[in-house]
């Protein structure tokens, strides 16, 4: 008989994050949700050099990490996200030479990807301030819950930069449309709860409250379901912004196709004949 392929070899390490240890933010993890949080609450969240590697380092090696099946970005306090810390970052950053000031922003963009490249859904739950690269860290969540105090800015044209920052003008006319784009990429203006709700950037508001809890249901919700199937869908929303139609058409064929060989595939037919719920594996 044939002995099983053990998956940490295919992964080429470790399949489980839920004994993560996280250094710079917190990470808890229920059943397969897992929460991280940005936790300075008394400097409203910043980023640091090291925060900003380890969440690259973390969402990219949960592409592997078949214990954790959704993820909940929140941020300690009442705010999500200041950005990247004003004297931990910005000032070093006027003494770096043009080839360490490319390697930073290199990782600042990789920490989209890693988000973007993860098979987890990723929802982001938001309150209060959102700026910046914490900003950022919201747009490239596949969900995003906020509140009516929720006040999200790019506000990188406010410090000199450009507003093409860790993908804005790639992602974000998607969310909100190119005209709202570029008025916040140029302004810099805080972008209100109830706008980014009518925009489109937030899926729903909820009472701040009940946002924690909310992004945590919704996780479960889907953690629950065909999570292989998930997976490939946040693919190919990535994925299909490059192609043409015959492409698209194509590549979802061959997609479900994948899904319809899953056994997951097979239970939500037997549990429909059977009229009851069925209870997806996520394989």
Known sequence: MTKPVD??????????????????????????????????????????????????????????ATDIKAVVITGAGENFCSGGDVFEIIGPLIELPMPELLMFTRMTGDVVKAIKHCPQPVIAAVDGICAGAGAMLA?????????????????????????????????????????????????????????????GFFNRLVAPERLL???????????????FAHGLT?????????????????AEAQTQALCMATEDFRRAFEAFAAKRKPEFKGN
Request: charged share 20%; aromatic share 8%; net charge neutral.
């Open 234 to 250: 946040k693919t190919m929303l990535h994925q299909e912004w490059t192609m043409g139609i015959d492409q698209a058409i194509e």
């Open 7 to 64: 998956p940490q070899l295919l992964a080429g390490n470790t399949t489980t994050a839920a004994d993560y240890r996280a250094r710079h933010f917190l990470w808890q993890v229920d059943g397969a949700v897992a929460t991280l949080t940005l936790n300075r609450p008394e400097r409203k969240n910043p980023l640091t050099f090291a925060s900003y590697a380890e969440l690259r380092d973390l969402f990219a090696h949960l592409r592997f």
């Open 139 to 199: 747009l490239a969540a596949d969900l995003r819950l906020g509140t009516t105090r929720s006040k999200t800015a790019f506000l990188f044209s406010r410090v000199g930069l450009a507003g093409c920052d860790m993908g804005a003008c790639n992602l974000l006319p998607r969310v909100i449309g190119q005209g709202r784009t570029t008025e916040l990429l140029l302004t810099g203006r805080a972008m209100s709860g109830e706008e980014g709700a009518n925009w």
């Open 213 to 227: 809890a909310d992004a945590q249901a919704l996780a479960r919700e889907l953690a629950s379901g065909p999570t």
